[in-house]
């Protein structure tokens, strides 16, 4: 009976569990962005050095990628800090 109130109260305390798996998902959604972003500038190279003509038109739509990737990267890092303040 007693292991059990011990066990009971040790997963009603789960602030410190908490904390480091926001920790780690906010990492997880940096390096993903991070990743995202430099795939995207890669290919967006790849393309101008192709097709020098369509530059424009490929910087534009890399620039609106990056800013989306970049949006649910903060996205997710204020869910993140919201889970650890609250």
């Known amino acids: 009976m007693e ?10 305390d789960l602030t410190p569990i908490a904390k480091m798996a926001a920790a780690l998902a906010a990492s ?5 962005a991070s990743m995202g972003i430099g795939q995207i500038g890669r290919s967006a190279l790849e393309s101008i050095a192709r097709q020098p003509e369509a530059a424009g038109d490929i910087r534009s739509n890399m620039i609106v990628s990056a800013a989306l990737i970049e949006g649910v990267a903060f996205f997710a890092i204020v869910v993140c800090l919201l889970i650890v303040f609250m």
């Open 3 to 12: 292991l059990l109130t011990i066990l009971l109260q040790a997963a009603t």
């Open 28 to 32: 997880i959604a940096t390096i993903g």
